[in-house]
């Protein structure tokens, strides 16, 4: 089973963020939340989640796939060294890459969507090649998604990627997702 990997720092995006967290663990797909600075972090609204781990404590082996979330808080993820090696690692790899609202600034600017069909955070477009208009996103290995409102299309677009349509359906159901 592919085990994910969620690096939050403060200033993430709540909805992305516990959003993306749920439907995954509903899906039976594991997903830890990572601390980059520590293990209680805020998010833009001001809700607070104890992480799973931190750090320094996991190792790159340990996961299939990552998952970045936007919020002002992804300027400190984008400057986190360790974790840019981390995801060019899971780019050579063929790992899994996904990203929504300004998370998605950090795969372009480590140069991963340049021939990518792709979407970002309204605004921030420019940092896209081929920028489109779309919710959601799947360009071979990697997901991209727009914003808070795209956050359950975001997570279920993860879960076909890695369980099939037919248990994105099943859980989009369930969920009754419009």
Known sequence: MMKLIIPVVNGYEDIELITVVDVLRRAGIPVEIVGVTASMVEGKSKVKIMTDKRLQEVSLREYDGIILIGGP??????????????????????????????GVAILAKNGLLDEK??????????????????????????????????????????????????????????????
Not at 80 to 91: C, G, P, Q, S, V
Not at 126 to 133: E, F, G, S, T, W
Not at 155 to 173: E, F, N, S, T
């Open 117 to 178: 069909k792709a979407v970002i955070a309204p605004g921030m477009e420019k940092l896209l090649a081929y920028p489109r208009d779309q919710p959601v996103i799947t360009d071979q290995n990697i997901i991209t998604s727009q914003a808070p409102g795209t956050a359950m299309h975001f997570a279920l677009a993860i879960v076909k990627k890695l369980k099939g349509d037919q248990a994105a359906q099943l859980l989009k159901k369930e969920l009754v997702v419009v």
């Open 73 to 102: 808080g992804y300027a400190s993820l984008e400057k986190t060294a360790i974790l840019n090696d981390y995801i060019k690692a899971f780019a050579t790899q063929g790992k899994l890459l996904a990203a929504i609202g300004e």
